[in-house]
């Protein structure tokens, strides 16, 4: 829903409402209380801010005595604090907390002018085929430094976009390319001046947000839920899966002596959500975190390898940002055609690429000491490139000296972990992961101009059915695609795991169970 969010009483001219209708005017009197609710919908899933661009106009309070900017200010911040920040700050905070947030930020002044860029992009917000093409090739930067490829792109989702910008009259259009020229902006100013983060721990008590059943907070019901390898995260709400993946990190980063506190653990969590597309099918929050528990089991089982106990915390971590960003899509359609993205990392393990630069600017913000261990946290995310799969397989089978990187093997073995989860698991993951690769296909189709984009039909929005039987009757494609997956990739590398490492075995025992099901439904 197309919404302007008013805060702090801002002058609403005639001009926003060729845009947005009036009543979808949401008005706050403070920063903290237009940042409650933007955490509310999100995690409640009432609005995620990625279908429609969204705009708030931000009345910047007078300000006495004070010259200098909030963030050369050593003065404790709190409440007071963050609603005395510019619009240009704010527009700062909400891209870096929300990044994958369609959400501009403007005065009052520039608002008529704001809105007239949202109504000339709002055409790449027509459908979710149409947006994940924005996403991938639009070369839409959002700020002044242009895009410099030269390559061309597919008319249809090329937006040129040498406009001069301000960050307080401009469309807050989210594309990869965008976020990375962002991130790497950051970088290279080694932007620590502004601090957001900050700013909300201080200000907001997160864990408020974490909408948990009083019942099940007072048991150990999650911590039993984590600690098994039934761990089944599509049942889990968003509220159920920031506080599963708290328990998680709480404790390793408590047992490799890593100081976080709970508000900004809360805040890292909420970040990393934010940092996913909620909208795509399988490669979501959801994803991060069922691959991030999946890595803290396997670590527990192959705890007496490790040499440093910080290692456990670190591909914890890992793993809970090894997607962010993801477009819902892969690395053969960011190359062809070729997107702005691919362009930068040469084609080469593009997705893993974008993944590892977004999440270490993500955690410069929010938990710097994990970064001391850098060349980690990219050879891991580096590793769930699929490219890389039968080099994998293929040091295994040379035997233990030339095993490659333990913890690197693990969040790989995460990541396809979906076929050696329990059946009733496992077949969920299938269905979501098809109806993904089918939304490729859909997107393929339209890029080669053999459909529109408006005809797309966007599948699997009913809730799942709960049992396999009605599932499969719904979706009779799965035992097919399952027994493709388990043959070309799954069962030589958990063969070989399971070879190299006793504490693994049951993970080989697993997919060859799940295996006989679907063979046994292929018949
Ligand atoms: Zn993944």
């Known amino acids: 829903m197309k919404t302007i969010f008013a ?7 005639p001009e926003l409402f060729s845009y947005f209708p009036k009543s979808n005017v949401v008005h706050f009197d403070s920063v903290a209380d237009l940042l409650l609710h933007l ?7 009432a609005n995620t801010y990625e279908r429609t661009l969204s705009l708030v106009i931000h009345q910047q309070p007078k300000r006495r005595g004070r010259s200098k900017p909030v963030g050369l200010q050593s003065s404790p911040a709190s409440d007071a604090v963050l609603n005395k920040i510019t619009t240009a700050e704010l527009s700062h905070l909400i891209q870096k907390q929300f990044p994958t947030f369609s959400l501009s930020v403007t005065t009052p002044t520039d608002a008529s002018k704001a809105v007239a860029h949202l109504l000339e992009r709002e055409q790449l917000y027509s459908n979710r085929l149409v947006r994940v093409a924005t996403w991938m090739y ?11 490829g030269h390559e061309s792109r597919p008319a249809a989702h090329s937006h040129a976009n040498h406009d001069s910008y301000s960050p307080t009259c401009s469309a807050n259009v989210y594309t990869m390319l965008s976020h990375l020229t962002r991130v790497r902006k950051r970088r290279k100013d080694q932007d620590s001046s502004f601090p957001s983060s900050k700013l909300i721990s201080s200000a907001l008590d997160l864990r408020k947000l974490i909408n948990i059943p009083k019942d099940k907070l007072s048991s150990d019901h999650y911590w039993n839920l984590i600690s098994t390898w039934d761990f089944c995260a599509t049942s889990l709400s ?3 899966l920031i506080w599963c993946s708290f328990l998680i990190l709480k404790k390793v980063a408590q047992d490799a002596g890593f100081e976080i506190s ?3 653990l809360f805040l890292f969590l909420l970040t990393v959500e934010t940092s996913y597309h909620q909208g795509n099918k399988f490669h979501n929050f959801r994803h991060a975190v069922d691959v991030m528990q999946a890595t803290w089991q396997l670590c527990c089982q192959l705890e007496a390898r490790f040499k440093k106990s910080s290692s456990i915390l670190l591909v914890c971590v890992a ?3 090894h997607d962010v960003g993801h477009p819902g899509t892969n690395n053969a359609l960011m190359c062809d055609p070729l997107s702005p993205v691919a362009q930068l990392y040469n084609k080469s393990s593009v997705l893993e690429n974008f993944h590892t630069e977004i999440f270490s600017d993500l955690l410069q913000e929010h938990w710097p000491q994990i970064l001391e261990e850098q060349s980690i946290l990219s050879d891991t995310i580096l590793a769930t490139d699929m490219a890389l799969h039968s080099q ?3 040091q295994m089978d040379a035997g233990p000296s030339e095993q490659p990187n333990l913890l690197a093997l693990v969040i790989k073995a995460a990541d396809i972990s979906n076929v050696t989860r329990p059946l009733h698991i496992s077949t969920k993951w299938a269905v979501l992961i098809t109806c993904e690769f089918n939304e490729c296909a859909a997107l393929l189709k339209r890029i080669k101009g053999n459909d529109t984009y408006e005809s797309y039909m966007p599948e699997c929005e009913e809730p799942m059915p709960d049992c396999v039987e009605s599932i499969l009757i719904k979706y009779p ?3 097919q695609g399952q027994l493709m997956f388990i043959n070309a990739f799954a069962e030589c590398l958990f063969a070989g795991l399971a070879e190299c490492f006793q504490e693994l075995k049951f993970l080989h025992n697993n997919v060859k169970a799940n295996k006989k099901f679907w063979e046994g439904k292929c018949k």
């Open 392 to 394: 994998y397989v293929e």
């Open 477 to 479: 494609s799965i035992p």
């Open 238 to 240: 968003t509220s159920e």
């Open 319 to 321: 793993a809970i940002g």
């Open 262 to 264: 709970d508000n900004n």
């Open 39 to 45: 955490y509310t919908n999100r995690i409640s899933g």
């Open 7 to 13: 805060v702090n009483g801002p002058d609403l001219c």
């Open 138 to 148: 639009n070369d839409y930067v959002g700020s002044n430094e242009p895009y410099t």
